[in-house]
């Protein structure tokens, strides 16, 4: 220990980023030590912030050198404890590595670094045409290297995909220090094995992601926002269907809501229904006419659901002002849920097909095991994703809640597996799916996945115990 009781390694720390990029106050060590999952107790031992890859590539190396595990972070919006430092680690926040190179408009790509916001790099490209066409609610806070390393889905994925098919290149630290330059700039690079899409998903426990070279697309055009009341879920996935091979338009995305996400919203923006009647579900479609602009296919489209009875209520808005709201009520469900009180999330994903089987099967057997429990239901369903939030009843004290939710998890795990679903499909595993990973991933798969974090991170330190467990220094 030095003079003022610090381990050794800690004081070189500050002489690398320099006294303001290493803080070891409560208030910090507080807010940096946790995601948005609000579980577990954040207790790391400080954390670092450098301004460039090579002061990463230092502290890593010194990190190994001094056996001090280090936990990646991000914007840390996560919802599965991916981010969270409770054992003493070293948080590594990438938040000041903000640069926005330039747009490369003809190769359609721009480099930028880890720490810069998703909104950001939106309203970098957009002077160009273009854009990153990865967003969900959280743009505005999420960074773009925790939207790689957890491969973040998002409300557009029915049109783009995940975040994996928009990374051309990364550069990526490894636990000891050494940097990979991962593909660089190219569209094509047929030379083995694609080390990128390894890291790609990896939720930090393999390398440490400094920068990134994405690829681009052209801004939508300006698009038509629709809110439309359906009956269920399986009215809401022949709606999808529709939607889907309609002619004059694309799907830019389809987002599913129940009416109690709906009533929690509209309470607490002190808004009334933009509908005239309830409906125990809603979907909203958002529709990108074609270039040159459309001939009123969209209104045509939404006449013939009202015609057929697939749809029972809708307002399609008339202005750029109308499709915000439209969007808020959807997007704002996660926040407010929060505000309201203490829920239990899960983020899963069944095959499309197999979404109204699933959900039937789902709600059936909370009610049986679970009566006291309400259930708050919404996602991106155009591509199998559902938000499952279960809120604490208030007759349960909090441990009690969280100790039933267990046996709440293990339900809906199994029924996930029986109709070939994944237990996470945006946050990814960190700690609060870690128990759970076998549901979805078989004997072979996890033995693949220990050798490769063993190859690249020996000692485990590189966000330990996410995903995997750690024991002694060694991965398990």
């Given at each position: 220990m030095t003079a003022n009781g610090s381990p050794p390694w800690l004081e070189l720390a500050r002489a690398i980023l320099g006294e303001d990029g290493l803080l070891t106050d409560p208030a910090s060590l507080e807010s940096y030590g946790r995601d948005w999952t609000k579980v577990y107790a954040p207790a790391p031992c400080a954390i670092a912030l450098p301004r460039t890859t090579a002061q990463v590539s230092?502290?890593?190396?010194l990190a190994h050198t001094h056996h001090v595990p280090v936990v990646p972070s991000g914007g840390r919006t996560g919802l599965a404890g991916g981010a969270v430092a409770a054992q003493g680690e070293l948080v590594l926040s990438l938040e000041r590595m903000r640069t926005l190179h330039p747009v490369d408009p003809i190769a359609r790509t721009v480099r930028v670094e880890a720490g810069a916001i998703t909104q950001a790099v939106h309203q970098h490209t957009a002077a160009h045409g273009l854009t990153w066409p990865i967003d969900f609610a959280s743009s505005g806070s999420s960074q773009v290297g925790g939207n790689i390393a957890t491969n973040a889905g998002g409300v557009r994925v029915v049109r783009y995909g995940l975040t994996r098919q928009w990374v051309i290149g990364l550069q990526v630290v490894l636990m000891g220090g050494e940097v990979l330059e991962l593909n660089g700039a190219l569209e094509k690079n047929n030379t083995g094995m694609d080390l990128r899409q390894l890291f790609i998903?990896?939720?930090?426990?393999?390398?440490?992601?400094?920068?990134?070279?994405?690829?681009?697309?052209?801004?939508?055009?300006?698009?038509?926002?629709a809110l439309l009341a359906v009956p269920d879920l399986r009215a809401a996935l022949t709606l999808f269907g529709a939607a889907r091979s309609a002619q004059g338009f694309e799907l830019l995305a389809f987002e599913y809501l129940t009416d109690l996400c709906l009533d929690v919203v509209l309470g607490e923006l002190g808004l009334t229904s933009p509908l005239a009647q309830r409906s125990p579900a809603y979907v909203l479609v958002e529709l990108e006419p074609p270039e040159g602009g459309g001939d009123g296919a969209?209104?045509?489209?939404?006449?013939?659901?009202?015609?057929t009875g697939l749809v029972s209520d809708g307002v399609l808005a008339e202005s750029l002002a109308q499709s915000r709201q439209l969007w808020s009520l959807r997007e704002r469900i996660s926040e407010t849920l929060s505000k309201r009180g203490i829920l239990h999330k899960n983020d899963i994903s069944v095959p499309v097909a197999a979404l109204g089987d699933f959900t039937a099967a789902m709600m059936e057997a909370f009610?049986?095991?679970?009566?006291?429990?309400?259930?708050f239901?919404?996602?991106?369903?155009?591509?199998?994703?559902l938000h499952v939030n279960v809120m604490k009843p208030a007759h349960l004290e909090k441990a009690e809640f969280f100790a039933r939710c267990k046996g709440t998890d293990a339900l809906l795990f199994k029924l996930i597996r029986a109709h070939g679903g994944s237990i996470s499909a945006e946050h990814g595993i960190g700690l609060l799916k870690k128990p759970f990973l076998h549901y979805s991933r078989t004997p072979a798969e996890l033995r693949i996945f220990r050798g490769i974090k063993q190859a690249l991170d020996p000692e485990g330190l590189l966000n330990p115990g996410k995903v995997f467990d750690r024991i002694e220094g060694v991965v398990s």
């Open positions: 230092t502290l890593l190396r998903g990896s939720e930090g426990i393999l390398g440490v992601i400094t920068e990134a070279t994405l690829k681009l697309a052209p801004l939508p055009r300006e698009s038509r926002v969209e209104d045509r489209w939404l006449e013939g659901l009202f015609a009610q049986g095991a679970y009566p006291d429990f309400e259930i239901l919404f996602g991106h369903v155009g591509d199998g994703n």
